[in-house]
């Protein structure tokens, strides 16, 4: 049911974990299925240099949110924005359509960090 690139990250998920003194977290939930993810950013002259991520989730969440970090890594502030979950789907190679939602969760998480991190530059 699950492809071998889900499969991946959901085993070895990369840029676990939290980053100290983010320059944005981000944090998103789905009311339905009770899955939370949190996306940390370091950015420096609007470059993320570092992503880190924690799920409290499913399988599917962990793997998209890994592949999400990996997709945004070293791009910048605008780039990163433009990550939909369909690409992240594409990343994986798909996702069983009941997971689609996941995918979706890692896009907002994203979105919601970059979105911190340009309320906090704003108020500097
Ligand atoms: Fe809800 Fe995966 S089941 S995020």
Redesign the pocket.
Known sequence: MYTEKVMDHFSAPRNVGEIENADGIGEVG?A????I?KIYLKIEDEVIKDVKFKTF??G??IATSSIATEMIMGKTVEEALKLTNKAVVEALEGLPPQ?L??SV?AEEAVKAAIEDYQKKKLNK
């Not at 339905?32 to 899955?35: A, E, P, S």
Request: with cysteine.
């Open positions: 789905n339905q299925c009770g899955d993810m989730g499913c599917a969440a997971k939602h996941c969760l």
